[in-house]
Antibody, heavy 120, light 107 residues
């Protein structure tokens, strides 16, 4: 069974940094692209970033480009999201999601999410 | 960026009803479209990808159709467990984008 367990969410001040992790199990991690998708409280879904199975290709939403960095450790079966220069509008539940293949397309399944709150 | 819109934003329906949700892309996305279901307090779940391909384990009462810019999700006979919010997502070009969601409520 595929399992995705996010961690690292916290309350952080504007301008601060945070690193999210997503521990994956139940599938061959290197064979699949992975993404981060967020959901602000009471709002819809926003794709944030994706990475190919090899880790060699990364993609970002315009709203986080230059501030967030996605990476993966295929030996530890873990996905990361380094978040710098955080803003109030980054407050959201951050989901890690597995893709259907080695390139970023469709997301299934998703983890349960980790909450990031940016506030002073 | 490709903008996704959904209509209606909410719909009230009864068990057994046929429900149709429409998703429109601001430019052509070929067949790169998915539908997700999200229940309160839960992570989204992939229902349909590539416009009409049913994800494994998803009941056949769910179906998708469309092409280019206009797409439809149909629930042929609404069941109690189908009351949720539904999102479309384009995977034609980065950054990927979701529609604003359609909430299916009990009448």
């Amino acid at each position: 069974e595929v399992q995705l367990l996010e961690s690292g969410g916290a309350l952080v001040q504007p301008g601060g940094s945070l690193r999210l992790s997503c521990a994956a199990s139940g599938f061959t991690f290197t064979d699949y692209a992975m993404s981060w998708v967020r959901q602000a409280p009471g709002k819809g879904l926003e794709w944030v970033s994706g990475v190919s199975g090899s880790g060699g290709t990364t993609y970002y939403a315009d709203s986080v480009k230059g501030r967030f960095t996605i990476s993966r450790d295929n030996f530890k079966n873990t996905l990361y999201l380094q978040m710098n220069s955080l803003r109030a509008e980054d407050t959201a539940l951050y989901y890690c999601a597995k893709d259907q293949g080695s390139t970023v397309n469709y997301f299934d399944p998703w983890g349960q999410g980790t909450l990031v709150t940016v506030s002073s | 960026d490709i903008q996704m819109t959904q209509t209606p934003s909410s719909v009230s329906a009864s068990v057994g009803d046929r429900v149709t949700i429409t998703c429109r892309a601001s430019q052509g996305i070929s067949s790169w479209l998915a539908w997700y279901q999200q229940k309160p307090g839960k992570a989204p779940k992939l229902l349909i990808y590539a416009v009409s391909r049913l994800q494994s384990g998803v009941p056949s009462r769910f179906s998708g159709s469309g092409s280019a810019t206009d797409f439809t999700l149909t629930i042929s006979s609404l069941q109690p467990e189908d009351f949720a919010t539904y999102y479309c997502q384009q995977a034609n070009s980065f950054p990927y984008t979701f529609g604003p969601g359609t909430k299916v409520e009990i009448k």
